[in-house]
């Protein structure tokens, strides 16, 4: 039998792991089995709340309140007699989650705009953070003394730091877009650090439709990418790439690092 304990201090939250895919991760607080546990975190009313939080900033205190309920959604899922009701639950702690990640996802891009800069990756390290808010929403205590957004923004600086370090070896990926390169090529090691062969082929050369280094889907992405700008024709993003071509964003990417891999090993031996 588990004590109800009103009043309880962070510190006696308990993290349960998930059991299955299915099931998420949640914080146990006492006051979950409490007579009182079905009104005090009952989600309906702010599931049904019209506020839209897609461009509106969601204050910390109605995050605490979303993540409190959330972690309980989760606690029922883990307790649910019957698939109708696992399911129920599981949606509800998924529509609770999602509202926190717009709520918050403004800090996405200002972590972005402070460690990126003008990185012309910076539309990647865009969904690699969407996944890292996800996870500190997952996670993140609502019993603690700590303000979402700091805790929030400071996992994405890191987050950031990590792949920037990743990617600082790689002068491919913090390079200018490659058509705006002088003579066409990615900056290689062997072109800057000793001298020059005069050698350099064009990255265009790889794109034509006769040559076997990348594949037809790869040199279309790679065309849309970086090679499409001018001043009525921006280079397209990950995703109107993916709409262009009818593939997912993530797709988009992955196609587009084996690529640009292909490229650097062709380019930078």
């Not at 979303?66 to 009701?85: D, I, L, N």
């Not at 403004?106 to 996800?134: E, P, Q, T, W």
Request: charged letters at 25%; glycine letters at 6%.
């Amino acid at each position: 039998m588990v004590v109800t304990m009103p009043g309880a201090t962070p510190s006696q939250t308990v993290r349960r792991p998930a059991r299955s895919p299915g099931v998420p991760g949640f914080l146990f607080h006492p006051e979950f089995v409490s007579r009182q546990a079905k009104g005090q975190f009952d989600p309906a009313p702010l599931l049904d709340d019209p506020t839209n939080y897609d461009d509106k900033y969601m204050p910390d205190e109605v995050t605490r309140d979303h993540a409190k309920r959330m972690h309980y959604a989760a606690y029922r899922v883990s307790t649910a007699r019957s698939a109708g009701e696992l399911a129920r639950w599981r949606g509800t702690y998924h529509a609770l989650r999602d509202r926190i990640v717009l709520g918050n996802r403004k800090l996405i891009y200002r972590a972005v705009r402070r460690r990126a800069g003008g990185h012309n990756r910076a539309d990647d390290m865009v969904g690699d953070c969407h996944v890292v808010l996800i996870q500190a929403v997952a996670v993140f205590n609502p019993w603690m003394g700590i303000r979402f957004s700091t805790y929030a923004y400071t996992c994405l600086i890191r987050a950031l730091s990590r792949l920037s370090q990743r990617m600082g070896g790689d002068r491919l990926n913090w390079s200018l877009p490659l058509d705006a390169l002088p003579d066409g090529s990615p900056p290689c090691r062997r072109s800057i650090d000793g001298p020059s062969t005069g050698n350099h082929i064009p990255i265009e050369e790889y794109l034509r439709a006769d040559h076997p280094l990348l594949s037809d889907r790869e040199k279309q992405i790679l065309s849309h990418r970086f090679l499409t700008r001018d001043d009525q024709s921006p280079n397209r993003t990950l995703e109107q790439v993916g709409r262009a071509l009818g593939l997912s964003k993530e797709r988009v990417r992955q196609v587009q690092a084996t690529a640009l891999e292909k490229l650097r090993q062709a380019l930078c031996p």
